[in-house]
């Protein structure tokens, strides 16, 4: 009897392990997959920037370091500050770069234009602006002589822009712009 008894704990301990065995997973539960938002990035910017401007070209630049996005219009570019996953806008930075008013302005501003937006969010300000392609070097010596980012947009105009961590930047924004030669073609201050 005992031989049986032993027997029969043994047949079941087996069928518990194979079942055990045979129903515990064999790799580990995958984390639950990202929220992905309805549509992408560029369409919510675009839908935003179309139903300001009229219409939207796309974006031009996502800047991974400052989280920001350049879109462009017919009217010109808007920068809008997105979340680290750039998934979604946080918001758009105001007024947005005009080229119809760089044109115009250029003869009186000289080679570049530009704004500043404190504040943006909590330690953050943003400088950003046009330039012609005789401007090959901005330094921003109102804030420590900063050379900003740039990028190529069209005929010979540039967008250049730099973030700063910190509230609010120095006004009014006082630039230095060089030729390729390394010239002076531009100093002083420029309007916010």
Known sequence: MRKKWLFTVLCLGIIVVIYLFVSWPLSPDSPAPPDIPATSLEEQVCQRVAAQDGDCKGIRLFD??????????????TPALTNNEFTEIKKFIYPMLNYQEFNEERGDRGPIIWQAKNKVQKKLSVIYGFAGNEAKTIVITSEGN???????????????????????????????????????????????
């Open 64 to 77: 991974a370091d400052s989280h920001l996005v350049f879109a462009e219009s017919s009217a010109g570019i």
């Open 146 to 192: 900063v050379q900003p980012n740039r990028f190529f947009v069209r005929d010979n105009l540039w967008v250049w822009y730099v973030t700063f961590q910190k509230d609010s930047v120095k006004l009014p924004v006082k630039v230095t712009v060089y030729d390729a030669k390394g010239n002076i073609i531009s100093k002083g201050d420029e309007e916010e």
